[in-house]
Nanobody, 119 residues
Framework: QVQFVESGGGLVQPGGSLRLSCGAS????????MGWYRQAPGKERELVADITSGDSTRYLASVKGRFTISRDNAENTLYLQMNSLKPEDTAVYYC?????????????WGPGTQVTVSS
């Protein structure tokens, strides 16, 4: 099981930016379909953005144009650049990956990183 550790969260004002990072424990990362997910209090986990091993990307409609997912295979690291943040983006953000992008009810999750958007 490849393990993932998220970082980069914090408290930011509406309209601000954050860059999340996700480190993978194995070079298998380079062939994985990776995703960023989030779970807000009282809500189900949702897939925010995903990126294939060939760098094709998809985004949740509510973040399209504001968030950018990218990967550095040499560093086994996944990124999520978040701009124009809104209070509704507040959640714990997780990364996960596999040969196919994991479902939101996958068994394995890392610790996540908290993002809070508030004035």
């Amino acid at each position: 099981q490849v393990q993932f550790v998220e970082s980069g969260g914090g408290l930011v004002q509406p309209g601000g930016s954050l860059r999340l990072s996700c480190g993978a424990s194995s070079g298998m990362f380079r062939i994985y379909h990776m995703g960023w997910y989030r779970q807000a209090p009282g809500k189900e986990r949702e897939l925010v953005a995903d990126i294939t091993s060939g760098d094709s990307t998809r985004y949740l409609a509510s973040v399209k144009g504001r968030f950018t997912i990218s990967r550095d295979n040499a560093e086994n690291t996944l990124y999520l650049q978040m701009n124009s943040l809104k209070p509704e983006d507040t959640a714990v953000y997780y990364c996960n990956g596999g040969i196919f992008v994991p479902s939101t009810d996958a068994d394995y999750w890392g610790p996540g990183t908290q993002v809070t958007v508030s004035s």
